[in-house]
Nanobody
Framework: QLQLVESGGGLVQPGGSLRLSCAASGFTLDYHAIGWFRQAPGKEREGVSCISSAGRNTVYADSVKGRFTISRDNAKNTVYLQMNSLKPEDTAIYYC????????????????WGQGTQVTVSS
């Protein structure tokens, strides 16, 4: 079982920034594509951004392109999601995940999930 731990969520005003971190425990991230997903109340979980195992390729949802940046530091066994120009509609629980369908930035039945971190964008 791959264990992932998210951190960095919180309350931020519209236009503000947050950086989420996803740390792996008990395994190395080096060989895994990693994705960030989010779920807002009453909505299905959606893929936000995904990054290939070496970090050379990334995928973004249209709704976050130009505002969010995914990156990884394999030496620190951590993946990041820098979120800028945040909007109220970005409010959701954000999850990181391993064993994903990278090119589609989607999960499947074998995906391993972290516990999630709440992001709230409100004035």
């Amino acid at each position: 079982q791959l264990q992932l731990v998210e951190s960095g969520g919180g309350l931020v005003q519209p236009g503000g920034s947050l950086r989420l971190s996803c740390a792996a425990s008990g395994f190395t991230l080096d060989y895994h594509a990693i994705g960030w997903f989010r779920q807002a109340p009453g909505k299905e979980r959606e893929g936000v951004s995904c990054i290939s195992s070496a970090g050379r390729n990334t995928v973004y949802a249209d709704s976050v392109k130009g505002r969010f940046t995914i990156s990884r530091d394999n030496a620190k066994n951590t993946v990041y999601l820098q979120m800028n120009s945040l909007k109220p509609e970005d409010t959701a629980i954000y999850y990181c995940a391993a064993n994903i369908l990278f090119r589609l930035c989607r999960s499947h039945s074998g995906t391993s999930w972290g516990q999630g971190t709440q992001v709230t964008v409100s004035s």
